[in-house]
């Protein structure tokens, strides 16, 4: 087995309050589960095989009526819009408090570990801000199209909504999102690790038919996108992506965009980082090479280890995380059946295949993809096994349709020194436990 160095503890606090949060969760009537709790264990020993499901025989949650079953529910106009169950009360988005001065210009992490599928609940979605939350009236709202174009334009969100409409699943993985572990295994959960990613169904209108609207001119080379919120903030982005497939979205997952999201309208920049992707739209400004090189509005850049800095790195790379079991998603059953479980991504196209490896990278088994793989998207993985109880320390690998493979941390660091913050997409490693628990660890 590969050697395994231990994480620098500056999160325990933090990652730790979330590890079982599930101890947490307010039980409607303590002496049930108290006396659930007795029965199980007697129907464990009877068994003998503590990890296949048993009949116990006498177990109250069986015999005895619960109140669910005994008393009239909420009728249905108590839930206008409706909320989780109260024992996933622990599914939140969290922020890590040390990483910046002010939750106002700061970051939260999607609650990755908790969720399946590829589709990221709205309500969970991860947020980035430079000034908070705008709360913006669709009514007083306007996108304004003006620059190098032949016709200036103003649009409300009503004439938005008269051009054709597509619907579209993209993940959105800010430049930033695994950025704390350039210089060693450090945050205890993938939520932090990895939480810097959304994925949702975009329903809005191709940015080409408005910019075609104004008529771009031919020496329109840049966009420069701006955002309403009190940062106003903007980012320029290349032509040949404004025209071809980014999106100007009014809703996610089939409702309006929240307001963390960009209410009423932000702007979809498929498979390039999240700081392009300007929410609270306001205004689009054409302009031509020498404007784009004066107004210096590439703001990310990579600093690499002999101080020379990458620029232009839009595209996201090729990544994987298993997200159960992980730090906060220990494994509690024992052994037996288990499930691996993780999301693979690329800013390039598809996911063609996952690998995944539990003793740290000397065997890899290729992991099954279920669900829609759709370009640009989360794609969901499964690795079934039975768990024999010894350590493990687990890896997944993901490879995308043009046959990239992600690196190794080794490999990145190799590359791109320890200088970055930006597109850490190294091999992501946890350490199982024989009794269950999981830790953030490298392997070299
Ligand atoms: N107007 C505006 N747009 C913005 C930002 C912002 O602060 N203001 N943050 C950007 C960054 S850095 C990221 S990673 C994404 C985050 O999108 P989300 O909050 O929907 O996750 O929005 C981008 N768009
Ligand atoms: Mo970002």
């Not at 409607?28 to 068994?47: C, E, I, V, W």
């Not at 008269?162 to 579209?168: A, G, K, V, W």
């Not at 929240?258 to 306001?282: C, F, H, I, S, T």
């Not at 280890?305 to 997200?323: C, H, L």
Request: proline content about 6%; glycine content about 10%; charged content about 25%.
């Amino acid at each position: 087995m590969s050697s395994v160095t231990g994480r620098k503890k500056l999160l325990s606090q933090s990652a730790d309050s979330a590890a079982n949060p599930a101890a947490a969760v307010a039980s409607p009537s303590r002496r049930q589960l108290l006396g659930a709790g007795l029965a199980a264990g007697a129907g464990a020993a009877l068994s003998g095989l503590a990890a296949r499901p048993a009949a116990a025989a006498g177990d109250p949650v069986i015999t005895e009526i619960q109140d669910w079953n005994r008393y009239l529910g909420d009728g249905v106009d108590a839930r206008p819009y409706g909320m989780p169950s109260p024992y996933e009360e622990q599914v939140v988005r969290r922020n890590v408090p040390w990483l910046t001065a002010d939750p106002v210009s700061s970051i939260n992490f999607t609650p990755l570990h908790e969720l399946d599928g590829i589709i990221t609940p709205n309500g969970l979605c991860f947020e980035r801000h430079h000034a908070g939350i705008a709360e913006v009236d669709p009514a007083k709202h306007r996108l304004m199209i003006e620059g190098l174009v032949d016709k200036p334009l103003v649009f409300t969100m009503e004439d938005i909504k008269r051009f054709p409409r597509e619907n579209r699943a993209y993940f959105l993985e800010c430049a930033a999102n695994s950025g704390m572990e350039w210089r060693g295994a450090q945050l205890n959960g993938c939520q932090f690790t990895h939480g810097m990613v959304h994925c949702v169904v975009y329903t809005g209108v191709r940015l080409r038919y408005l910019l075609e609207e104004a008529g771009v001119k031919t020496n329109g080379k840049w966009l420069l996108a701006e955002g309403a919120d009190a940062s106003a903030m903007t980012r320029s982005i290349p032509m040949e992506k404004a025209l071809d497939d980014c999106m100007v979205a009014f809703k996610m997952n089939g409702e309006a965009l929240r307001p963390e999201q960009g209410y009423p309208l932000r702007l979809v920049v498929p498979g390039w980082e999240g700081n392009m992707w300007v929410k609270w739209l306001r205004r689009l400004e054409v302009g031509d090479m020498a404007w784009h090189q004066r107004e210096e509005t590439s703001k990310y850049t990579d600093l690499l280890a002999d101080g020379k800095a990458r620029r232009f790195t839009w595209v996201m790379d090729v990544k994987s995380v298993i997200t159960s079991p992980s730090p906060q998603a220990p494994i509690t059953h024992g052994r037996g059946p288990l499930v691996i479980s993780g999301l693979a991504w690329s800013g390039s196209g598809t996911i063609k295949r996952v690998d995944v490896t539990t003793d740290g990278g000397r065997n890899w088994t290729t992991a099954r993809i279920d669900g829609p793989s759709l370009p640009k998207a989360l794609h969901r993985f499964y690795l079934d096994i039975d768990w024999d109880g010894s350590e493990l320390l687990l890896q997944s690998r993901a490879i995308d349709e043009n046959g990239v493979v992600q690196p190794t941390k080794d490999e990145l660091r190799l590359a791109r020194g320890e200088n970055s913050i930006y597109h850490n997409n190294g091999i992501q490693t946890w350490y199982v436990q024989a009794n269950g628990t999981v830790e953030n660890v490298e392997v070299s």
